[in-house]
């Protein structure tokens, strides 16, 4: 998918539509501006018309702020002051420099906190925060967004709550939430259509159109970005109208369609150049390189991205920087530079990796529980006023049924300790025996699937070194694919230890989103197609409806690769391995049969325990631990689903996955 880009409002003196049809509200500030003296009321009105230009004409929006800065200083005139380094800072923000920006906001805090203003202070808390958020530092960003919103609903500033829903839903996307932030945008737009400012649903409606994108529901999401780029045209919105082009073209792409997209694009960074929007132009210079690369055409793709890659780098932008590093890497791919394409597919790893950390969600979701808790706790704290007048002729009540309750527990409290010593001692009883299994079945993955391709490794790497002058090229063929089937077969075991190991301390982390089954199965298919040739076996599915599932995305995949993989295992030469798929009312299921040697009725009830040692199951030459479907059947219960096996001796066998809806 290509870069998205999010649309975030500003709150400084109420939001101002960018140029109404006859400019009556810029035209009545400029007569009033002639005639103000040096006073507050000019540092107002200079602060007032700059905001009016933020969008069409930077440079002049920050030319009226450093008027009216100098002017408020002249006068000492600590609000004027505060609110001339918030219009700078946005000023920078909107031009991409987010440390200047930065440094203008925690200028202007202190001074709204001296004078107590609430507002003020919710401004830059929701300002300071995206920058944050432009630099990917959700959990900061999310604090200052629910620290800004606490304030506006304190003060009933219904303008100023509407925004910060707006950018809450912003973070949530970019976290790949999508129902959250949804959720948001819909908040934020009832929100502003209440408030009667159509000028500003623009924004709001490009955000629902990106969460569509993302949701790959492109009929909707366009219906949205329409809304968006006609809002924007009316009122003369151009950063929205920007929004819109790029978004649409994100549409275009995701259908294919390359160059529709591609012209989507450049109108958009005509624009965005004309505003001197640095996040615009670098974003829309990856977004055409992107699909310049889809359209075969890379040296020209990898030239557009590597200059928007150059801009989002400056601006520190990290989920722009992501996207770019990562088509980068496909766009050497494209020209067969391994290399280059792969030291890209680091960087971009390690960008993606910091940006989306189990850490980070981990207490982005406590702050959301914290603010939504200290929502309910100031309802409480209402209804207890009622709830008091009560409370002295319950106390009575209570002290009653205790005196009662003592008395009882005496005669029979001895007989419930025994019970509970009982039940803890078995508790314990049984936690032991899953400890020693688990236990048990570590050393024998360590004992059994790490030693044989280890030992393989181990005797080709010799062979090679003996003899490596008297080695042929048929030879050094075969040694390279018995040294690759090893190290496949150890990333393999070792992904699989891994995950079994972080799901049995509970740590693995679920991620559930919408899913298209058969894409998913079709890049399992892919993946493992080697592994099947190599026995000269026939891997197919006869599915072929696109069906999709609410699941995480990397569960499942280790779910199929493992089933697949065991398939291919078990099954001898020239056999055949089929997958199929199909949904229900209630459940979708998947299966995965083979024509293997199969396995008795008593063998397959060992299948999915811990307890049970496996590698005496079937009469197979090929062994195993037992390990893969451990974990799949983990995984599969993380859904709330079933996975069960059916088998006869010379019969082959089927795997069944069955995920409730």
Not at 303 to 319: A, F, H, P, S, T
């Amino acid at each position: 998918m290509n870069s998205s880009r999010y649309l975030i409002i500003f709150i400084f003196l109420g939001l101002f539509s960018q140029k109404s049809p006859a400019q009556s509200p810029l035209d009545s500030l400029q007569k009033a501006l002639q005639n103000a003296k040096n006073d507050t009321n000019k540092v107002n009105i200079l602060q007032k018309i700059g905001s009016m230009y933020r969008f069409s004409d930077v440079k002049k929006a920050q030319t009226y702020a450093n008027q009216s800065l100098q002017l408020a200083e002249k006068l000492n005139y600590a609000k004027g002051i505060a609110f001339a380094y918030i219009e700078l800072g946005i000023s920078a923000d909107i031009q991409g420099d987010y440390k200047k920006a930065l440094s203008y906001y925690e200028k202007a805090e202190p001074i709204f906190l001296k004078i107590k203003l609430l507002r003020g202070q919710a401004i830059v808390l929701q300002n300071r925060g995206m920058l944050y958020y432009y630099q990917a530092d959700y959990l900061k960003a999310q604090k200052n967004y629910l620290d800004a919103l606490r304030i506006s609903e304190q003060i009933k500033d219904k303008t100023a709550q509407a925004a910060i829903l707006n950018n809450l839903g912003a973070l949530f996307e970019d976290k790949k939430d999508y129902q959250s932030a949804l959720r948001y945008f819909l908040a934020a737009l009832k929100a502003k259509e209440a408030l009667g400012k159509p000028a500003a649903l623009s924004s709001t409606f490009n955000n629902i159109g990106n969460v569509y994108v993302a949701l790959n529901q492109l009929d909707t999401a366009k219906i949205y970005l329409q809304k968006a780029l006609e809002y924007a045209q009316k009122y003369d919105n151009k950063q929205s109208q920007a929004m819109a082009l790029t978004n649409l073209g994100m549409v275009d792409a995701e259908q294919g369609k390359y160059e529709n997209a591609i012209k989507n694009y450049e109108k958009a960074l005509k624009i965005d150049s004309l505003l001197q929007s640095e996040e615009g132009i670098g974003v829309n210079l990856i977004n055409i390189g992107h699909n310049l690369i889809k359209m075969k055409k890379y040296g020209e793709g990898i030239e557009k991205i590597q200059r928007g890659l150059k801009i989002v780098e400056k601006m520190d932008y990290k989920y722009h920087q992501q996207n770019a590093l990562k088509f980068l890497a496909e766009g050497y791919a494209g020209l067969k530079d391994f290399e280059k394409s792969y030291q890209f597919q680091q960087k971009y790893i390690a960008i993606h990796d910091s940006i989306y950390t189990e850490e980070s969600n981990r207490k982005i979701n406590e702050l959301q529980t914290l603010y939504e808790t200290e929502k309910k706790d100031k309802q409480i704290a209402v209804q207890s006023l009622t709830i008091d007048n009560q409370r002295n002729t319950q106390y009575f009540l209570i002290a009653l049924a205790v005196l009662l309750l003592v008395l009882g527990g005496v005669l029979w409290n001895r007989y419930r300790l025994k019970i509970k010593t009982n039940r803890l001692l078995d508790a314990k009883n049984r936690e032991l025996a899953q400890l020693n299994a688990t236990k048990d079945k570590l050393f024998a993955v360590v004992a059994h699937d790490l030693k044989n391709p280890l030992s393989a490794f181990r005797s080709i790497t010799q062979s090679l070194s003996e003899n490596m002058l008297s080695v042929s090229k048929a030879e050094i063929d075969y040694f390279i694919r018995q040294l690759n089937q090893s190290a496949n077969q150890l990333f393999d075991l070792l992904q699989n230890l891994l995950n079994w190991a972080v799901s049995q301390i509970g740590k693995l982390p679920f991620q559930p989103e919408n899913l298209d089954l058969k894409e998913i199965i079709a890049e399992n298919l892919n993946l493992l197609k080697i592994n099947a040739e190599a026995k000269n076996q026939q891997l197919t599915t006869t599915s072929n409806e696109n069906i999709f599932i609410k699941a995480d995305r990397q569960m499942i995949r280790t779910i199929l690769r493992n089933l697949i993989s065991n398939a291919i295992k078990f099954t001898p030469e020239s056999g055949k391995i089929n997958i199929t798929y199909s949904k229900s009312d209630t459940y979708t299921q998947i299966k995965i049969q083979d024509t293997g040697i199969g396995l008795s009725a008593e063998d397959l009830k060992k299948l999915f325990n811990i307890e049970e040692d496996v590698s005496k199951v079937g009469d197979s030459p090929e062994k195993g631990t037992g390990l893969g479907l451990l974990l799949c059947k983990e995984l599969v219960e993380k859904h709330n689903g079933k996975i069960w096996a059916e088998s006869q001796i010379n019969e082959g066998s089927t795997f069944i996955v069955q995920l409730p809806d």
